[in-house]
């Protein structure tokens, strides 16, 4: 059980301490729910002596640890992102114990393949989409949220299920935006050649071989594209439009091999996250705070691969990149 240390909060009765206060009583009760989780992990390892989850349980354990201990020294800021990690760890030890075959990571890597789809989808709609569209896609992702909810809960084949059914909506979503008009796809052309055009210039500065042979296949499909838009052949040109962009992010990710440190980054993307949540409590935004939350589920997801060790580094530090990319999004829109 978690305990509240008496010095943690001022007896001013500012604002300010009001907010604290609050923060410290939503920080207990993620503790305690991440204490529970990794408790029922544990007994069941010891049960099934099943030595991988018992690992991740370990795992678990030492990150809650911290968490704890930055919850004592008044850390706040590091809290919530550690306990998460740890219950993360102890809800995959669970998936694994209930699917031992490793169907558990398999249904996972659907769920986050579905993901990226939901992600390009957005990319696709601006306001300028139709009501059924953006209607269609909110349905989607609302389908999406609870097959996450299932594969969380170790309901692992209706999670599959469901999100399979979330690729065929967007299937057919897809077909729709291939309808686009002229205006639509002259919209997404502009984003993906301001895309390529800053992949070349970050493979340029940064000197990586990769970046720059990326970028230049984003640029041929680019201008591939161009090729079939001014014949009108409208579908041919989205694909491979779909294509540079895909290039080009590619290529940066590349160019940004001499990115500072991983905790730097993560220090940076906090502050970042804390500013642009108090801009969306001023101005609340609907796309923003979409776009916000999905950042934060890749930044999650980078602090839980970073606490597993130096394997899983390469991908929190892709995981990193993508939640800071999202949370630039974000703050597009309030400029």
Known sequence: ????????????????????????????????????????????????????????????????????RSFASNNLAGVRI???????????????????????????????????????AREHLDPASSESALTFLAAAQHQ???????????????????????????????????????DRLNALLARVEALVEKANEAALAGGNPR???????????????????????MQPARRHLEQAGKLARQALRHGDDQSPTLEDAMRRYES??????????????????RILAESREHFDLAVELAAEGEEKMTQAQAEMRLATRLLQQARKIFR
């Open 1 to 68: 059980m978690v305990v509240v240390l008496a010095g943690m909060i001022p007896a001013t009765g500012s604002e300010a301490q009001a907010q604290t206060a609050g923060d410290i009583a939503t920080l207990e009760r993620e503790l305690e729910a991440t204490d529970m989780i990794i408790h029922r992990a544990a007994e069941m390892a010891r049960n099934a002596g099943n030595v991988q989850a018992a690992e991740l349980v370990k795992k678990a354990i030492e990150t809650q640890a911290q968490a704890k």
């Open 211 to 233: 970046a720059l042979q990326l970028a230049a296949r984003a640029t041929e499909m680019l201008n591939r594209a161009k090729e079939f838009i001014a014949s009108e052949q």
């Open 144 to 182: 999406q949220e609870k097959a996450w909810q299932l594969f969380r809960s170790n309901e692992l084949r209706p999670a599959l299920r469901m999100t399979l059914q979330v690729r065929s909506m967007l299937k057919k979503l897809t077909a729709r935006l291939g309808n686009d008009n002229p």
């Open 82 to 120: 550690l306990t998460m990690a740890a219950r993360k760890m102890a809800e995959r030890a669970i998936a694994l114990m209930h699917s031992p075959d490793g169907r558990g990571d398999r249904v996972q890597a659907e769920l986050e393949r579905t993901d990226e789809l939901l992600s390009r």
């Open 272 to 289: 970042m996250f804390d500013q642009l949540s108090e801009l969306l409590s001023e101005s609340p935004n609907p796309a923003a705070e």
